[in-house]
């Protein structure tokens, strides 16, 4: 096995005659933040559930975290994060409920759990309201603490799946300061957002039109490729077939 993170080798998946995604092809770095961008309907969304091992490929092969994406999707799901939309947690459940239901989840044991409890409690410096239900947080802790506990077994993949949508500016700025820790510490993020002033905080970008890789290089590369000031320009340059 190489030492990608991710590796996927003309990737597809078609719904009936409609193909969603075809045939793409691309590497992910370990410790890299990859940047997965497209419009809605673009194929986005279905290409990462399959790499997520959540939707089966109707063609191509792929490995994440070593795994193969055909025939080891369990094992995938037990190796990598993973932050929804919607950020997963439980409302009526507290902070720390929260954290031992996932560990529980992962299969930790209670002293790891209780450890993990506390570790995120530290660094999110969520104390005071361990013991308050979710759903009194703000958006932005929530936001944090649920990227937290998509690590909770200490993944070396994390995938995100839109996870500023909804937040404002400055928080979104705190949640790339984040990740970039993450990153640094050696852990792989692959990312999905309809900002495209966040693409330029990725190393690389990849970005889907019409089930199809568009366009992968670096932000400062693709801005030079498509004679453009900032990625909202190749993007839309992309998107108009221009």
Not at 25 to 35: A, D, L, N, R, T
Not at 206 to 233: R, W, Y
Request: aromatic share 10%; charged share 25%; glycine share 8%.
């Amino acid at each position: 096995m190489s030492e990608q993170a991710i590796k996927v080798e003309g990737l597809t998946k078609r719904f009936g005659d409609f193909t969603a995604v075809d045939t793409i092809s691309f590497q992910v770095e370990k410790g890299e933040i990859f940047g997965f961008l497209g419009a809605n309907g673009a194929g986005k969304t279905t290409a990462m559930r399959m790499l997520i091992g959540l939707s089966k490929p109707t063609e191509g092969q792929g490995f994440v975290a070593g795994f193969d994406i055909n025939t080891q999707a369990e094992k995938i799901k037990k190796n990598i994060g993973y932050m929804s939309q919607k950020f997963s947690l439980y409302n009526d459940l507290t902070v720390k409920e929260n954290i031992r239901f996932y560990g529980g989840i992962y299969g930790l044991s209670k002293s790891r759990i209780s450890e993990k409890t506390e570790d995120i409690l530290a660094e999110l410096r969520l104390f005071e309201v361990a013991k308050k239900p979710v759903r009194e947080l703000p958006l932005g802790w929530k936001q944090r603490l649920s990227f937290a506990i998509s690590m909770v077994h200490d993944p070396d993949i994390v995938f995100l799946d839109e996870p500023t949508g909804g937040v404002d500016p400055h928080v979104r700025r705190q949640f790339w300061e984040t990740i970039y820790q993450q990153a640094n510490a050696g852990r792989t993020i692959f990312v999905t957002t309809h900002y495209m002033d966040e693409a330029e905080y990725c190393n690389r970008v990849s970005i889907m039109v019409d089930g199809k890789i568009a366009a992968l290089d670096t932000p400062d590369q693709l801005k030079k490729q498509f004679n453009s000031k900032s990625m909202d320009e190749v993007f839309l340059k992309l998107a108009r077939n221009v």
